[in-house]
């Protein structure tokens, strides 16, 4: 009799990618940030002639837009203002969080802080973003999101028992907001590190919660509360012709890293649905605007997005079994996968300058070309003399065999 042999049980050990054949595999490295650049390297572009100073803060600041006629209510219902704190509560604060404390000292930095929340609280009584000046900037210092938490997923909706002030409604329609409203603290940069540092995560979150006398409450942390400056950018929507005019227009929330799934869950849980490059690259199809960097091939980045879009879709074509491919040749599609721009360009300066001569064919175009033309009589069977060549109307168009 045979008796099998247990084998111990190996805990705490990880299983390696493999691929096919069995070897191991090397995960690729994920990329941090637009994957152009070291994040933690600053990049500054200052002007020779003016002084000007720029920064790029793209691995600093996240940007949520919120599109929509009730962009104004998600937004309203998942951010509130942050408390003023008094000079008893901030002694409470000690080390990095005592920024706000300190803050609040200035009687002119409250008095503006008392003007933004003013103008976040007129926001609901507005039907739609669009009745707003194009354009319009509003800095803000709010609490932590995550403690307005609704318990079930809801549809953030007006509430027209609201009273609502038309005169200053009016006002903020016509006037806008005022350039002071505009400051936020988001620009300093250590004070979005303290932000960033002092930020308290969702397991201790969950611990105060589950202390709480009665479950379900609002937990009330108090000056420990984390106060987080964002700022407010008013997207007018569609304003080409005369038809739906301020179709899309929305809502621009940026805040400093750490805190994007922070305020992304609220948003969510309050009826905002999530949308990405397609969805964004329609949305200002819709709207008559061009589209960044699709529809700016001349510069380097729609260069590169060009030549990436191409590679992928030559790989998803060959993907393909031949008999399921459709024949460009035969066709006569000379490029597929892009748009040759630039080749264009030339062809027009040439007949202008020739009189309506066609030039000759690039190498590059050659050799894409016969890149295809082997590829489609091996997988298609294309058969007979050269597939690309012109044929008059005279001539007659060569045989096609299919498998």
């Not at 940007?63 to 509560?89: T, W």
């Not at 980045?301 to 990436?308: D, I, K, L, R």
């Not at 996968?337 to 300066?349: A, N």
Request: with cysteine; proline share 7%.
């Amino acid at each position: 009799t045979h008796t099998p042999v247990k084998q111990a049980k190996v805990i705490g050990s990880k299983r390696k990618l493999q691929d096919k054949a069995g070897n191991e595999v090397v995960p690729e490295k994920k990329i941090i940030g637009n994957g152009t650049r070291d994040p933690l390297e600053t990049v500054i572009w200052t002007s020779l002639t003016t002084g000007i100073v720029i920064e790029d803060l793209t691995m600093e600041i996240l940007r949520y837009r919120l599109i929509g006629p009730l962009s104004h209510c998600v937004m309203f219902e998942a951010i509130q203002a942050a408390a003023i704190l008094k000079n008893s509560d901030g002694r409470e604060e000690t080390g990095l969080r005592s920024w706000w404390s300190k803050y609040c000292e200035s009687p002119e930095n409250v008095t503006l802080h008392n003007r933004q929340e003013g103008v976040l609280l007129l926001l609901p009584g507005i039907a739609s973003p669009a009745e707003i000046s194009a354009g319009t900037v509003l800095g803000l210092t709010v609490g932590d999101p995550r403690l307005n938490m609704p318990k079930n997923r809801a549809m953030a909706m007006p509430d027209p028992t609201q009273p609502k002030d038309l005169e200053k409604i009016r006002e903020l329609c016509l006037n806008g907001v005022g350039a002071e409203c505009a400051q936020s603290q988001i620009w300093d940069r250590n004070v979005r590190n303290i932000v960033t540092e002092t930020k308290i995560t969702e397991q201790e979150l969950n611990g105060m919660r589950s202390k709480l006398l009665v479950p379900g409450t609002r937990l009330d942390l108090g000056p420990q509360e984390s106060k987080i400056p964002i700022l407010l950018v008013q997207q007018p929507g569609k304003m080409a012709g005369q038809e739906h005019t301020g179709w899309g227009s929305g809502w621009d929330i940026l805040i400093p890293k750490g805190w994007g799934m922070a305020f992304w869950i609220p948003l969510i849980y309050r009826g905002a649905r999530a949308g990405g490059l397609q969805e964004e690259a329609k949305h200002t199809q819709y709207k008559g605007l061009p589209h960044f960097p699709d529809d700016f091939p001349d510069c380097p980045a729609g260069m590169q997005h060009s030549e990436e879009t191409e590679k992928e879709l030559i790989a998803k074509y060959k993907k393909y079994p031949p008999a399921k491919r459709p024949n460009y040749i035969h066709h006569g599609t000379m490029t597929p996968f892009r748009c040759p721009w630039q080749r264009l360009v030339e062809d027009w300066e040439t007949q202008n300058q020739d009189g309506g001569i066609k030039p000759a064919m690039s190498d590059h175009e050659q050799g894409l070309r016969s890149e295809l033309q082997a590829s489609n009589r091996e997988d298609v069977g294309v058969y007979g003399k050269n597939a690309f060549e012109e044929i008059s109307s005279e001539e007659k168009p060569p045989n096609l065999e299919e498998k």
